[in-house]
């Protein structure tokens, strides 16, 4: 009997201590506590950043203890949502802040979850700070419209880093076919009619939506820039357009709903999973598709390396007559939005940006682009086709893991090059990356488009208008997505595309098209 | 009686008919689990080649398993659900059948109070949201006690046990209260040992739940190395979605992995799924009678 | 405070002595003779205040414009705004459409499998096969919904084991997440192998409760297998259907989110996305979260008076009630 006295006293304890446990400050120790997803290809290894040898060799170097904190796979979103709710903050969060926190860094400094960087950087960034001052398009995206810094950048650091993403196909079935490279609208269509009439597959084309629910990487740009329009916002001239809102479009919508029509196009191209994706490339169920230089191409040839004649190149955006150059292509801004910044709530803002700024000098560049010298990169200078350039070469730790571990995996764990982080990315990371000729290629032909000229930069909105743009755009792109299906599929016809633009007005697409026409102005201005 | 009636040709049908149907129905329930475990042990190129219904492994390979079991996620995470799954039911079972001996005292006049605050948070959810604000300015955030405590009482599972509770002789009680026993004595030493079926049952329902359960510790917990199994199947099984978030050029080789990522997702279901089937049976002859007296007068 | 003091002897004073006397001395005696119940209490209503109602408080944020910087309490007042708000969206009538028409199907499909599964294993003589139908049907209930969801999605690709056997039978292809009209079915389907066997351990203990004699006294004037079974079998279970049926009907207007989650994608939102789960998009992919828990609770007090309505027929018609 008093036993279970006791016992009940004991759980009334136990939960109000945990009831009264609130956080001890650590005073003087050089910690940091920071948020960030973990990439998928780094968690396959090590449940936690502080577990890479690179992270471990950045303590050493810096005499800073990082803790991070990550988010479950594919919940980045969800708990990013729900650190701001609990207003719980770590020091730092590495996010990006251009999108992902609704009324962009801007709102973000006025709820005061974040904090304007511009004293600190003066007082304790000398890296960072130079870099922008020799950079001036840099700069000008670091910062929001009113000259606030907010965030320690991920920077790519050239333009052969920009373009990652494109069509490509069975380089072997061409040649079995005798098929040429499509370059117009037209080529593509006799090229998946011949793949299908062959018999080599059922459906040519597949596209893949990495993100249930969430946007759609799919037809993307490939398929709709011919039509002189994209499946988002774009410029022409200075003129903001939502692509999906333009006349154009519907020139698209034709088109493609002929090629799905004619069982050219995967059923479930909307639905596919990543793996889905991967396994119907791998398992030779389709013959085109737009994906990645590195996952994609690489990827695809390391899976299946000596497995019959399999082999893929890279092929142009599509235009509708030749000699056209494309109207858009994948192509990423130098800073595309991702980057650390200091909560509110950061115990010690010094040193936060002590540590974050140590990226950005010589040792750290090193360190987050090639790992550990002796390690995971050695010094030459003959690397393949680049004759006389100093090389930090990867070594065989990172390029043929003992465990057989992949590339990518590897470079999870010795480098932030391999996938984003609070660094300058150094182009000599995509050529070792992308080693295989077919990868080199695709680099230099999706580079081939106006996207530069077409696509908007990193621009912010004030928090009004942020906020205003997000509760337009939350409904838009719901209901452009699903339209997209229904049209392509039938369940919706197309002599509906006018009341489809209706909607899209009623929902307040031209006020949202009207806030980022003067973010681009404004930032223009800057 | 039975013995003089004689089946008629109808009955003769239906009865064989309705044997039949049963056992294929039974083939329905269990053949998605057999068709994970004959998959986990099958060779991952086969496996990846094969169309239609499995029968017996394609070929015989515990690569899978051996990836699994390197894995340190799924290890460490095996065993976290181990203790949050002792640890939690502990908690789940000391305070409903605190909560089911007070509604089931008569001598107890303000008893319909409680049951009514349990009966109201059936129907009236407290949003996600706000749940979230109270675990977190507990200070239980990316703590164990978050779901232990946030869920220590199932009203349903609290209803059943009072029901059961209700059909054992208050005599039994009246005689340890002579020999000078207490309210504790009493439940710990005379109630709960003759109510071992409605025990096991809530044992199992709750042990069930919080093994499986994944959403909230996915909304609660911070640390990865803190994670339960049902969450990293969740990982493994659902979202295999994450670089599009990373925002990198989603660079990522396969090599090996991918060739046996289907036979690796169903190794980790058999994983997560089978100590649930090993405890299943030892609670299975309990639970029945427990959940079925008190669901019925409940 | 001394006012407060004031009103209150005043208050007592009002009162009957006798009364004042005897609510005081009862507390303290019944506190006395059965305080280790009200120990095993504390704990109880702790849980219930502390987990439940304080979140419940938390709801107000549904009429504030809630930011985390201020908190609840500081956060400013916005009235019905996010009420109004979801009734002006595009989506609302599609969301309550869908919400009904999933708890509807299920209802209408996934309420009868129980009890006719349970009259088929009550056909069952052999005591041994009865036992391991039993058995074998409540597994699935077990299992996790990650895994449940992930099998279907996995068996339901193009590729994938539903299609072979669709094939095999000479049919086309389906894909059953990408079409609209199929999800739910899939959904329903699903719920009911997952739960069908479970479903039937409260009708077969209202049949094994049924008196042997009536039984044998049917047998005596000639009555048939099949006579008793609707004469005897069902009538007696009845009572129970009528219970669960009412209790099932206040639960229409809940589906929940977690299982949809798992399954949908954009290009069934038409049929597949339901109240619960643009609460959830709202709350925890918008940052929506005044707005999420305005939807939540608008929800909530619908089942609310559900409940209650079906609990008041059914006191009238069943004489049963939950409380």
Redesign the interface.
């Known amino acids: 009997m008093k036993k279970a006295l006791l016992l009940a006293l004991a759980i009334l304890l136990v939960t109000g201590a945990a009831f009264a446990g609130g956080e001890e400050e650590a005073g003087g120790a050089r910690e940091l506590t920071i948020w960030e997803g973990l990439w998928y290809n780094t968690s396959v290894s090590v449940p936690t950043l502080d577990e890479t040898p690179v992270y471990m060799a950045a303590q050493e170097a810096t005499g800073i203890d990082v803790t991070w904190i990550h988010p479950p796979q594919g919940q980045d979103q969800e708990q990013f949502n729900l650190l701001i709710a609990s207003n719980d903050l770590p020091d730092m969060i590495y996010q990006r802040w251009s999108r992902e926190y609704p009324g962009g860094p801007e709102k973000a400094i006025s709820d005061g979850v974040i904090i304007p960087l511009n004293d600190a950087m003066e007082a304790g960034a000398p890296n960072l700070t130079q870099l922008l001052a020799d950079n001036p398009l840099w700069d000008k995206s670091a910062k929001t419209d009113n000259g606030t810094y907010y965030m320690f950048p991920f920077i790519r650091g050239g333009e052969d880093l920009m373009v990652f993403f494109g069509p490509q196909g069975r380089a072997d079935w061409m040649e079995q076919l005798g098929l040429e490279d499509p370059v117009t609208l037209d080529d593509w269509t006799a090229n998946l009619q011949a793949v299908k009439d062959a018999g080599l597959v059922e459906y040519p084309l597949t596209f893949t939506q990495f993100n249930r629910g969430r946007g759609i990487n799919g037809p993307g740009n490939a398929f709709i820039q011919p039509f002189g329009t994209t499946w988002d916002f774009h410029q022409v001239d200075g003129v903001v357009e939502f692509g999906p809102y333009e006349d154009e479009y519907l020139d698209f919508l034709t088109f493609f709903k002929g090629w799905f029509d004619a069982g050219l196009v995967d059923p479930e191209f909307f639905s596919n999973e990543r793996a889905t994706f991967d396994a119907k490339i791998l398992n030779g169920e389709v013959a085109f598709w737009t994906s990645y230089t590195g996952s994609g191409i690489g990827a695809y040839l390391d899976a299946n390396g000596g497995q019959g004649t399999f082999d893929i190149k890279p092929l142009a955006y599509p235009v509708v007559n030749e000699g056209e150059v494309p109207f858009f292509g994948q192509r990423d801004n130098p800073l595309n939005g991702w980057g650390l910044a200091i909560t509110s709530q950061a115990s010690d803002v010094a040193l936060a940006t002590e540590w974050a700024d140590f990226a950005y000098g010589d040792q750290g560049h090193l360190l987050f682009n090639f790992g550990i010298e002796g390690e995971s990169y050695n010094w030459t200078t003959e690397y393949e086709g680049f004759e006389g350039e100093r090389w930090a070469e990867y070594t065989d730790i990172v390029t043929a893991d003992a465990q057989g571990r992949t590339l990518a995996q590897m470079g999870g764990l010795y480098t932030r090059s391999f996938y984003s982080g609070p660094i300058v990315q150094d182009r000599q990371y995509i050529f070792q990356y992308a080693r295989r000729p077919a990868q080199r290629e695709a680099i230099q032909i999706w580079s081939q488009t106006q996207a530069a000229d077409h696509m908007l930069p990193l621009i912010t909105a004030t928090p009004d208008e942020a906020e205003e743009f997000a509760e337009i755009m939350s409904e838009v792109t719901t209901y452009r997505e699903e339209m997209f299906v229904r049209f392509i599929t039938g369940q919706e016809p197309l002599s509906n595309f006018g009341e489809f633009q209706a909607r899209l007005e009623q929902m307040g697409i031209e006020r949202a098209i009207e806030i980022r026409q003067a973010g681009l102005e404004r930032f223009d201005a800057r | 009686m039975a013995t003089v009636h004689r089946r008629s040709a109808g009955e003769w049908i239906f009865d064989h008919a309705n044997i039949f149907f049963l056992a294929f129905l039974c083939f329905v329930m269990l053949y998605p689990l057999y068709y994970v475990a004959v998959a986990s042990v099958s060779d991952g190129n086969q496996l990846m080649a094969h169309t239609g219904p499995l029968m017996a492994p394609l070929g015989f390979s515990l690569a899978a398993y051996r990836m699994v079991f390197n894995n340190s996620m799924v290890v460490r995470s095996f065993f976290n659900s181990v203790y949050l799954v002792i640890v939690g039911t502990s908690v789940n079972l000391l305070l409903t059948s605190f909560a089911a001996y007070v509604l089931s005292r008569k001598r107890v006049y303000w008893k319909n109070l409680i049951m009514v605050m349990a009966v109201i948070t059936m129907m009236f959810h407290r949003g996600l949201v706000p749940f979230f604000l109270t675990v977190r300015s507990l200070g239980l955030l990316d703590t164990y006690w978050s779901v232990i405590l946030g869920f220590a009482i199932s009203a349903y599972n609290m209803i059943i046990m009072r029901t059961y509770f209700l059909t054992i002789p208050d005599s039994l009680e009246e005689s340890a209260k002579m020999d000078g026993a207490n309210d504790f004595t009493i439940l710990f030493r005379i109630i709960l040992p003759v109510a071992k079926p409605v025990v096991a049952t809530m044992i199992l329902f709750y042990g069930v739940g919080r093994w499986n359960g994944y959403f909230y510790v996915m909304i609660f917990l911070r640390d990865r190395l803190k994670y339960p199994i049902s969450l990293v199947l969740r990982e493994i099984l659902v979202a295999n979605s994450a670089d599009s978030m990373v925002g990198a050029d989603g660079a990522g080789d396969m090599g090996d992995t991918e060739r046996i990522a289907d036979s690796i997702k169903f190794a980790t279901t058999m994983v997560a799924t089978v100590p649930i089937l090993v405890l299943y049976p030892y609670l299975q002859k309990y639970f029945v009678k427990g959940a079925m007296i008190g669901s019925v007068k409940g | 405070m001394a006012k407060n003091s004031a009103t209150a002897t005043v208050d007592l004073a009002v009162r009957p002595r006798m009364f004042r006397a005897g609510y005081g001395t009862m507390l303290r005696k019944?506190f006395n003779?059965?305080r280790?119940?009200y120990?095993?209490?504390?704990?109880?209503?702790?849980?219930?205040v502390?987990?439940?109602?304080?979140?419940?408080?938390?709801?107000v944020?549904s009429f504030k414009r809630?930011?985390?910087?201020l908190?609840?309490n500081g956060s400013p007042w916005v009235g019905f705004k996010y009420f109004v708000d979801f009734f002006e969206?595009?989506?609302t009538w599609r969301l309550i459409r869908n919400t009904i028409l999933l708890s509807v199907y299920s209802l209408v499909w996934g309420f009868p499998a129980p009890i006719i599964?349970a009259l088929?294993?009550n056909?069952?003589?052999s005591t041994g096969?009865k036992r391991?139908?039993?058995?074998?049907?409540?597994?699935?209930h077990?299992?996790?919904?990650?895994?449940v969801?992930?099998?279907l999605?996995?068996?339901s690709?193009?590729?994938g084991?539903f299609n072979?056997?669709v094939q095999?039978f000479g049919g086309e292809r389906i894909?059953f997440?990408?079409?609209?009209r199929f999800f739910r079915g899939m959904y329903i389907g699903s719920g009911i192998?997952q739960e069908v066997?479970w479903g039937t351990?409260?009708y077969?203990?209202?049949l094994s409760?049924i008196d042997p004699q009536l039984y044998?006294a049917a047998?005596i004037d000639g009555a048939?297998?099949?006579s008793k079974l609707w004469r005897i079998t069902v009538p007696s279970i009845i009572p129970?259907i009528v219970v669960l049926l009412i209790l099932r009907l206040?639960q229409l207007m809940t589906v929940g989110h977690?299982k949809i989650i798992?399954l949908?994608?954009?290009?069934i939102?038409?049929t597949a996305d339901v109240i619960s789960t643009f609460?959830?998009?709202k709350?925890?992919?918008?940052?929506s979260?005044s707005y999420?828990?305005a939807i939540?609770?608008f929800?909530?007090?619908i089942?609310?008076l559900l409940?209650v309505t079906a609990n008041a027929i059914s006191r009238r018609v069943n004489e049963t009630s939950?409380?």
Do not use: C, K
């Not at chain 3, 120990?39 to 219930?48: H, R, Y």
């Not at chain 3, 709350?283 to 940052?287: I, M, V």
């Open positions: 019944d003779r059965n280790y119940l120990l095993m209490a504390l704990p109880v209503v702790a849980f219930f502390i987990f439940h109602y304080v979140p419940m408080y938390g709801l944020i809630y930011s985390p910087a908190g609840i969206s595009y989506y599964l088929l294993i056909e069952v003589r096969f391991v139908v039993q058995s074998l049907t409540y597994v699935p077990f299992i996790s919904l990650v895994v969801a992930g099998l999605l996995e068996f690709q193009g590729s084991l072979d056997i095999w894909f997440f990408q079409e609209p192998w066997g351990i409260i077969l203990s209202a409760a044998e047998t048939g297998r099949f129970t206040g977690e798992l949908y994608n954009s290009s939102y038409e609460v959830y998009r709350g925890l992919l918008d940052f979260w999420a828990t939540g609770m929800n909530s007090i089942n609310l409940v939950l409380w």
